[in-house]
C-alpha cells in the first residue's frame, strides 16, 4: 500500500469530495499505481432485528445510537411531510445529501408513501456507487495504465460494539471497462500468526 489512505467520506457515506477530492487523493499515489476503494454508508441494527439505532455499550454508551443519523433525519424529514431541500449554509453536506439522493434514484419523497430508513439507506448506497464509478471513469480517462478496485455496500453496526460490511457491489476498472470482481468465499481466515493449518515443507 502506498502511504495512508486518503479519507474523503461525508454525512451518510456519501461522496462530496468531487473532482478536486479525487485529484488530491490521487496525487498522493504514482500515477500507474493500483487504487482501491472502500465506500459504504452505514445503519444500526439491535439484537431484537429492530433497525435504527443500537447499544453500543463497549463505548460506554448507555444509551442507544442512531446510524445512519443523517439518513434518520432525511426518513423523519419525508415522513412527516417537512421535507426541506432549500440549501442550507450552515448545513452543508445534509442539504447536499437529501438533494442528491433523491436525483440520483427517484427516492419517493411522498409523506403518504415515506420509505423507511433501510429503502433510503440502500438508496443512499447506489447513489454512492454512481458516484463512485463516474469519478473513477473519468479519472481512467486521463491515465490509461491505473487499475481500480471498487467496493460499495453498507457498514452494519450490530450489538455489543460488533461491526459487519454487506458488499453490494465489487468492480474492477481496467483500460476503461469496468468488469464484476468475484469474492472467492471459500478463503480460510488468517490468524495474526499466519494460515489456521499450516502445512510443514
Request: aromatic residues 10%; hydrophobic residues 35%.
Amino acid at each position: 500500500m502506498w502511504g495512508q489512505a486518503f479519507i474523503c467520506g461525508s454525512l451518510g457515506g456519501m461522496l462530496f469530495c468531487g473532482k478536486t477530492g479525487f485529484s488530491a487523493a490521487h496525487h498522493h499515489a504514482p500515477e500507474a499505481g493500483y487504487f482501491v476503494y472502500y465506500c459504504f454508508t452505514h445503519i444500526a441494527i439491535d439484537h431484537e432485528g429492530s433497525i435504527g439505532s443500537v447499544y453500543r455499550s463497549r463505548s460506554g454508551m448507555k444509551e442507544k445510537t442512531t446510524a445512519c443519523g443523517a439518513l434518520a433525519a432525511f426518513t423523519a424529514e419525508i415522513a412527516s411531510n417537512k421535507l426541506n431541500l432549500n440549501f442550507d449554509e450552515d448545513d452543508i453536506e445534509m442539504s447536499m445529501l437529501k438533494k442528491h439522493i433523491i436525483t440520483q434514484t427517484g427516492l419517493s419523497t411522498d409523506a403518504t408513501n415515506a420509505p423507511d430508513l433501510f429503502k433510503v439507506t440502500m438508496a443512499a448506497y447506489k447513489t454512492i456507487t454512481m458516484d463512485l464509478e463516474r469519478h473513477v471513469r473519468s479519472d481512467s480517462e486521463k491515465f490509461k495504465d491505473r487499475k481500480y478496485a471498487l467496493f460499495t455496500g453498507v457498514q452494519i453496526h450490530g450489538p455489543n460494539g460488533t461491526d459487519y460490511c454487506w458488499i453490494g457491489k465489487a468492480s474492477l476498472l481496467r483500460k476503461g471497462i469496468l468488469l464484476p470482481l468475484v469474492i472467492a468465499s471459500d478463503i480460510e481466515p488468517l490468524s495474526s500468526t499466519g494460515p489456521s493449518n499450516p502445512t510443514s515443507h
